[in-house]
Antibody, heavy 123, light 107 residues
Framework: EVQLVDSGGVVVRPGGSLRLSCAAS????????MAWVRQVPGKGLEWVSS????????DYAESVKGRFTISRDNAKNALYLQMNSLRAEDTALYHC????????????????WGQGTLVTVSS | DIQMTQSPSTLSASVGARVTITCRAN??????VAWYQQKPGKAPKLLIY???RLHSGVPSRFSGSGSGTEFTLTINSLQPDDFATYYC?????????FGQGTKLDIK
């Protein structure tokens, strides 16, 4: 069974940094692209960043470009999101998501999602 | 960025009814559209990809259609478990975008 477990979300002050993690199991991790998608509680979904299977290709939403960095460790079956210069508008539930079986970079849809980890940016 | 305009934002229907949700893109995206279902406090679940392909394990009462700029999700014979929020997503290229969501509730 595919499992994605997100962690690392906390309350952080504006301007602060945070690293989110996603532990993957139940599938061959380095066969799949991965992504982070966020959701303000009660609101819609916003794609944040994605990475291809090898980590050679990464993409970012304009709203986070230059502040967030996505990475992966295929030996550890782990996905990360380093978040710097955090702003109040980054407050959201962050889900990691697996690119679907029929996805090829850069055409990613998402067939498995983690439950999310809550990041709150507040003074 | 490609914008996805989803309608309606809310929809009330009865068990057994047929409903349709629409997403319009502001430029052609071929068939690069997926549909998701989300229930409160849960992660989204994939229903449809490539505009019309049913994801494994999804009931056949769900179907998708469309290409270019207009796409629809149809649910036939609504079941109690179907009342949820639905999102479309375009994945024509990176900088993926989602529709605003359609909340489907019981009439």
């Amino acid at each position: 069974e595919v499992q994605l477990v997100d962690s690392g979300g906390v309350v952080v002050r504006p301007g602060g940094s945070l690293r989110l993690s996603c532990a993957a199991s139940g599938f061959t991790f380095d066969d799949y692209g991965m992504a982070w998608v966020r959701q303000v509680p009660g609101k819609g979904l916003e794609w944040v960043s994605s990475i291809n299977w090898s980590g050679d290709n990464t993409d970012y939403a304009e709203s986070v470009k230059g502040r967030f960095t996505i990475s992966r460790d295929n030996a550890k079956n782990a996905l990360y999101l380093q978040m710097n210069s955090l702003r109040a508008e980054d407050t959201a539930l962050y889900h990691c998501a697996r690119a679907g079986d029929s996805s090829g970079y850069p055409n990613y849809y998402f067939d498995s999602w983690g439950q999310g980890t809550l990041v709150t940016v507040s003074s | 960025d490609i914008q996805m305009t989803q309608s309606p934002s809310t929809l009330s229907a009865s068990v057994g009814a047929r409903v349709t949700i629409t997403c319009r893109a502001n430029q052609s995206i071929a068939g690069w559209v997926a549909w998701y279902q989300q229930k409160p406090g849960k992660a989204p679940k994939l229903l449809i990809y490539r505009a019309s392909r049913l994801h494994s394990g999804v009931p056949s009462r769900f179907s998708g259609s469309g290409s270019g700029t207009e796409f629809t999700l149809t649910i036939n014979s609504l079941q109690p478990d179907d009342f949820a929020t639905y999102y479309c997503q375009q994945y024509n290229s990176y900088s993926y975008t989602f529709g605003q969501g359609t909340k489907l509730d019981i009439k």
